[in-house]
Every structure is written in structure tokens, then in C-alpha cells.
């Protein structure tokens, strides 16, 4: 099975800060990579795939980079609707793996 | 609009059985491959089950294999996970989750509200 680690697992920012948040696979899954975003009580919603294409509707403030078994998320600049879970997942083989999340808080 | 919507959650007791269902509409149902996947309170997102298109490729994650059975009616535009012998490390918040692959990557673009399941005496 492809393993996904997440760091941090925590992240404290402020309003405005730009956060990037890496994803390493335990094997090479090309671009094979989906950024979701989780908000207390909801269902995830996708905010990147193959690793770089922003799905429609997400802001621009969201980017995503990285091929192999490196990948980042990056938020420009924080807004206050951004404050949420963070999880990636690999979708090169089964079983589709998540990483374990990275709650991002406000400082 | 686009939806999912889960039902058929509830309190089960450890070794009983338990049938989940997931009403699409919106799209195009029987084009698209399904997923479940679960999320245990506090706990991240675990994937456990996919069922291609036309059902001629089903997958399992390990937790679950031998255990729970996922399924699908493309005329009635419903998904179905029956879950026997359940445990208590079944407990959690059950999603469908529609898979959209574009250019040769996939990813889950629609997603249910989730369906609560506790496993407990």
C-alpha cells in the first residue's frame, strides 16, 4: 500500500500568513495526488487535482505543486473561511490512501 | 443540482448488520465510479470501497474485506454498502464519494453528507 504523510499535522497561522503544507508518498504515484479541505461537521470538498489544477470554484489564493512522491499545498494568503483540515490523497493505486491531516488554527 | 445523500445509519450492536445506501442525482449515474469512505470521530478520512461503472471492478480496503459488500443499481442511481459483522472500530461518519477522472487523473469531486454509524451494546 502507498502511504501519504502530511507535515505538520498542526499549523497556527494568522489572517494573511501564506502556509504551505507538504504531502510525501511512500512511492512514486506521478501526479496522482487530490488536495481536500474539511470543515467541522462536513463532508471534504476538492480544492486541487493531479496535484496542481485547481477545481472550479476554489479561490486562487489555493495552489498545489509536486510530481513523484513530493507534493505541496500552498495557501496565499489566509482567510478566515480557510481555518480547516487539510488532507491529501493518492489516487495512482489501490487502496486510495489519505495522509492524516493537517489541521490548520488560528493564532 | 449535483447530490449525494446518504441514509440507513443508526446504533447497531457489535456483529450485526447494517446496510447503507446513497441516492445520486443531478448527473449521470451509471458513467461514473463510486466510492465509500469513512471518517471515525476525531480520526482522518479512511477509503474503504470503490465499485467501477458497470460493477466489473470492485476494490476493498483490508479493515474491511470479507465484511462489507459495496454494490450499486444504476436504474434506481443508487450506491449500497451492506456491512456485517460489525465492530466497534466501525464506528463512524460514512461517505459516498463520486470519482471524476479527467485526462488520466481521478479524483473525488462530489461527496455525500455522511451517514453516522455506531457500533455498540
Known amino acids: 500500500d502507498i502511504q501519504l504523510t502530511q507535515s505538520p499535522s498542526f499549523l497556527s497561522a494568522s489572517v494573511g500568513d501564506r502556509v504551505t503544507i507538504t504531502c510525501r508518498a511512500s512511492?512514486?504515484?506521478?501526479?496522482?495526488l487530490a488536495w481536500y479541505q474539511q470543515k467541522p461537521g462536513k463532508a471534504p470538498n476538492l480544492l486541487i487535482y493531479a496535484a496542481s489544477t485547481l477545481q472550479s470554484g476554489v479561490p486562487s489564493s489555493f495552489s498545489g505543486s509536486g510530481s513523484g512522491t513530493e507534493f505541496t499545498l500552498t495557501i496565499s494568503s489566509l482567510q478566515p473561511e480557510d481555518f480547516a483540515t487539510y488532507y491529501c490523497q493518492q489516487l495512482n493505486s489501490f487502496p486510495y490512501t489519505f495522509g492524516q491531516g493537517t489541521k490548520l488554527e488560528i493564532k | 443540482e449535483v447530490q449525494l445523500v446518504e441514509s440507513g445509519g443508526g446504533l447497531v450492536q457489535p456483529g450485526g448488520s447494517l446496510r447503507l445506501s446513497c441516492a445520486a442525482s443531478?448527473?449521470?449515474?451509471?458513467?461514473?465510479?463510486m466510492n465509500w469512505v469513512r471518517q471515525a470521530p476525531g480520526k482522518g478520512l479512511e477509503w474503504i470501497s470503490y465499485?467501477?461503472?458497470?460493477?466489473?471492478?470492485?476494490n476493498y480496503a483490508d479493515s474491511v474485506k470479507g465484511r462489507f459488500t459495496i454494490s450499486r443499481d444504476n436504474a434506481k442511481n443508487s450506491l449500497y454498502l451492506q456491512m456485517n459483522s460489525l465492530r466497534a472500530e466501525d464506528t463512524a461518519v460514512y461517505y459516498c464519494a463520486r470519482r471524476d477522472c479527467r485526462r488520466g487523473n481521478c479524483q473525488f469531486d462530489i461527496w455525500g453528507q455522511g451517514t453516522l454509524v455506531t457500533v455498540s451494546s
Open positions: 512511492q512514486d504515484i506521478s501526479t496522482s
Open positions: 443531478g448527473f449521470t449515474f451509471r458513467s461514473y465510479c
Open positions: 465499485i467501477s461503472n458497470s460493477e466489473i471492478i470492485i
